[in-house]
């Protein structure tokens, strides 16, 4: 079963099947839950979200997917609009971002430095982007391909594309210091 799509896992949901929700929610525990803390700041408010996305993107009204686009894409827009949903009623949290996973590779103790201090400056420098940006870089950071991104935002494929590259030129110029070493 975890060779299945997400489309026929969905529709195995639909179907009652618990073994195919179980495959779904272990696919994107980790990616939707890191954007989620990314977008809301605050691990609770994480929490809330992740688990109303899914109550909703798996649950009785959730044949409104009908293969229009990726199940991921719908996904990760059902998250967004729950986020949105929560910013406007003034929920949002205030405490500090998770932090990167180190890779499993062990580094020699200047470099590990070294990579902690740049993480630390990428997720200031993504911190400073405005808020359209920012979404960007952390949905791209969840593995979304620009379509799905694009379906996700409800923007044109294009307009996403402008997006990107006004992100990366930020990003380069915030980073300026760490790509001339």
Do not use: C
Request: hydrophobic share 40%; glycine share 4%; proline share 3%.
């Amino acid at each position: 079963m975890h060779l299945d799509s997400d489309e026929v896992l969905h529709a195995r949901v639909r179907a009652g099947e618990v073994e195919a929700f179980n495959v779904l929610y272990a696919r994107y525990e980790t990616r939707l839950f890191t954007y989620l803390l990314s977008q809301l700041r605050h691990r609770q408010d994480a929490e809330d979200v992740f688990h109303d996305t899914f109550l909703q993107a798996l649950g009785e009204r959730s044949a409104t997917f009908v293969g229009e686009g990726s199940f991921r894409a719908w996904l990760y827009r059902v998250a967004r609009n729950a986020i949105l949903n929560r910013h406007r009623r003034g929920e949002r949290g205030e405490r500090a971002r998770a932090q990167v996973a180190r890779p499993n590779s062990p580094l020699q103790a200047d470099d590990e430095l070294a990579q902690h201090e740049l993480l630390r400056e990428l997720d200031g420098a993504v911190s400073r982007l405005p808020q359209p940006l920012s979404e960007l870089y952390h949905l791209r950071s969840s593995g979304l391909s620009y379509e799905e991104m694009a379906d996700v935002l409800e923007i044109p494929l294009g307009t996403l594309k402008s997006r990107m590259n006004q992100m990366v030129t930020n990003l380069r110029e915030e980073m300026k210091s760490w790509t001339a070493r």
